[in-house]
C-alpha cells in the first residue's frame, strides 16, 4: 500500500478552497493511514493537530440509521410496520396535491412504513421552520426534546405518498425520535450504552459536548462563491435544536480519530477490534442493500452519487462503471454538510473517514476523487 497520492490529495485541498482537512484509512482493524494538513483556525493560526472537534452534520445518519439496525435485528420491528403503530401521530397525514393546477391537502393514501424512514422516502421535507416546531420552541423554553419535534413534524402535510419518490428530508430525524421510543430512553442514551462507550468513543456525542471539550472545535467555515474564498461562520449546527434536541440527522458531534472506531467496527462485519459485536453480518449486510423503486430512482440524482443506490440509510455502489468507481459494489457510508466523507467496505474490511470544517463543502469534487484515490492506493 502507497498513500502517496492521498496526501498530496489532502495538501492540494488545503491550498485549495478547504482550510484544513484530516483523513483515517484502516484495513482489518489496522490503521494503515493517517495524515491531517492546514488550518483548524486559520485566523488564529492554529493547525490542524488531529484532535479537532467537528459537527458531523448528516454523517450523523450512518449512525443512526445503525442504531436502528441493531434494534431491527432484535425483532423489536419490522421495515415494513407502519410507524403509526409505535408513533400515533403518524397516523392520519395529510399529503399535498395537485388538482386541475392547484395545491391541495388531501389524505395520503398509503401509512407511512419504517423502511419510508429509513431509506428517505416518507415524503417529509426538510424544514424546521414550521409553525408547529416554531410552538415547540416557545413552550419548552427552547429546550426541543426530540419527541416533541417529532410530533411537531407530523403536524405538517406530507410532500407525496410514502414511497413514491426518494427526497433528503427530516426521515432520519424522525427515526430518531421511533429509535428512542423503541429503545425506551433517548437517543443520545441509547447510543452511548451500545456503541459509544463500548467502542470507547469518548469525544462523540448527539447534540453538543461537555463545554471543556468545545476549545478543541475546529472553526466551522462557508466557501463563499460571490467572494471566492471562506470565512468563517458562528460554530454552530442549525439542526441541534436546544439542548434536549437529539438530531438524528444531523445532531453528532465527533472527530476524525473517533468516529473512525465506529467505522472500522462496521466495516470488519459489526464487530470491533477487541471482539464487542455492535451489528450482525447480516445487518450489515441489509443495511447496505439498495432499496430504491425505479420511481424512487429518479430522484436520486447528485452528482456525487453516479452509480450509487442508496440502502437503508446510506448510500450504497451498484454500478460501478456508471459512477467511474474504482470502489467495489457494496462500498457504502455517507457524508455531512460540512464535508465529513466516510467509506464503509465490509467485503475488503476497508474503512475511510474524511473530516473537515465547510459549509458548501465542495463534496460533488472531493469524494470521487477521494474514494478513487484510496482504492488506488490499496
Known sequence: MDFSALKRFQDYLAGWRIPGNDCMVTVDHEPVYRYYTGWADREAGRPMRGDELYYFWSASKVITTSLGMKLHEQGLFTMNDPVAAYMPEFRDMKVRVRVDGRDEIADAKRPILVRNLFNMTAGFDYNFGTPAVEEVRK?????????EVARAIAESPLCFEPGERWQYSLCHDVLGAFIEVIAGKRLRDYAREVLFDPLGMDDTCYNLPDPAKMERMAVQYNWRDDLGKYLPTNNTC????????DSGGAGVVSTCADYMKFADTVANGGTSADGYRYLSPASVELWRRDTLTPSERESY?????????YGFGVRTMVDPAGGGSLGPVGEFGWGGAAGVWVILDPDNRVALVYTQHMLNNQEPFISPRLRNILYACL
Not at 139 to 147: N, S, V
Not at 238 to 245: C, E, Q, S, V
Not at 301 to 309: D, E, F, I, K, V
Request: hydrophobic share 20%; net charge positive.
Open 238 to 245: 442549525g439542526h441541534i435544536l436546544g439542548p434536549d434536541y
Open 139 to 147: 413552550k419548552t423554553g427552547g429546550r426541543c426534546p426530540t419527541r
Open 301 to 309: 440524482n447528485w452528482p456525487q452519487l453516479a452509480g450509487y443506490g
